[in-house]
């Protein structure tokens, strides 16, 4: 009894000096200035009523909608553990590029007795070739979840996103690629798709100029107290969860600042952004993690995740959880954020 209760005290101490801290350095780059950098954004976010859904929002909000519903229940989970998802869910992503119109590269490696595949699509640049653009999103899923919001939701919109530049013809190489292998025990690992991805484009002496992460993105919700944040950042962002985040390390700064002043240039939609550093946590967990470690500059697009999402990484991740309608202004909003990055 006395040794549980020391060692309860021993732990939590160790959390509030880890907070504490965590919430010393903050302060500390605050008062250098570093608030400018990380966390002021250009424009405002948009804050009035949502207008109605244009045409094409209503359009992408049915094929992502349907894209979720093969993903998350059709095909369900889909990882190391449960291959034939995997397989399943890779031919699926296949099939639906190759209809649109696209050659699709599959960057294959083994892990023990199995292979699994990244899978890229390319449109070459019209006149800057050798910078490229990359949108990418990752479709395995975790443990025993179905993943509709984590990461069907990525998946989806990357997907839709590259129908949509069919037939287009942008100053800059555009690439989406769909990534294998971003869950654990992959996660944060030689073995995640993301970083085998970015370690070829490196070796290959590739100038990725920006990468977006599409990275559950489909939870929304107007309640106060619905969106929570590491410490100490809720004392400074909104507590409703009703808003699409623009996250990067501090390194990508410039390329969240550009991101998010272009949505809010053309889209009616509440957005945040910060340039944080990579200790804070939330900040690193997902594929544009994968690009930073290789120097490039990478942003998140999420809805943050376990931050706001009740069923982040349970079985009830599950396709009737999310809100097509609000998914569906974010991917035309980041249909217009790419094609400024794109030319
Ligand atoms: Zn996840």
Redesign the pocket.
């Known amino acids: 009894m006395a040794k549980k209760s020391w060692f309860k005290l021993k732990r939590f101490n160790r959390f509030a000096l880890m907070r504490l801290g965590i919430l010393f350095a903050l302060l500390v780059m605050v008062g250098m200035g570093g608030w400018g950098v990380m966390m002021k954004m250009p424009g405002q976010s948009y804050t009035g009523k949502l207008p109605p859904l244009t045409p094409t929002e209503i359009d992408l909000r049915e094929a992502l909608k349907q894209d979720v519903k093969v993903l998350a229940e059709e095909i369900g989970r889909r990882n190391y553990l449960y291959y034939q998802g995997l397989t399943a869910a890779a031919n699926f992503l296949e099939s639906q590029m190759v209809q649109a119109g696209y050659r699709v590269q599959r960057q294959s490696y083994p892990i023990e007795q199995q292979t699994y595949d990244n899978l890229e699509v390319e449109i070459p640049g019209r006149d800057r070739a050798d910078e490229i653009v990359v949108i990418g999103g ?1 479709y395995d ?2 443990h025993l ?1 179905p ?1 509709a919001n ?2 069907g939701s990525g998946a989806a919109a990357t997907l839709e996103l590259a129908k949509r530049f069919v037939g287009k013809h942008p100053s800059r190489t555009l690439r989406f690629v769909q990534f294998v292998n ?3 025990p992959f ?1 944060w690992t030689d073995q995640m798709g993301s970083l085998v991805y970015a370690k070829r484009c490196k070796q290959r002496q590739e100038n990725i100029v920006a990468m977006l992460s599409l ?2 993105m489909g939870y929304y919700s107007d309640e106060v107290g619905s969106q929570k944040y590491p410490i100490p950042l809720g004392l400074i962002y909104p507590l409703q969860g009703n808003f699409i985040s623009f996250i990067g390390n501090v390194a990508s700064g410039n390329l969240v600042r550009q991101t998010i002043a272009s949505f809010r240039q053309h889209t009616q939609f509440p957005s945040e952004g910060a340039a944080l550093p990579n200790a804070l946590p939330g900040v690193g ?2 594929d544009h993690w994968a690009f930073w470690q290789q120097g490039y500059a990478a942003v998140m697009v999420t809805d943050t ?1 376990p931050f706001r999402y009740p069923h ?2 349970t079985e009830a991740d599950t396709p009737d959880k999310l809100d097509y309608d609000r998914l569906a202004r974010v991917v035309y909003g980041l249909e217009r954020v790419i094609a400024d990055l794109a030319d």
């Open positions: 990752h899923s975790v979840s993943a984590d990461n971003e869950e654990p996660f990275e559950t967990w997902s995740a982040y990484h």
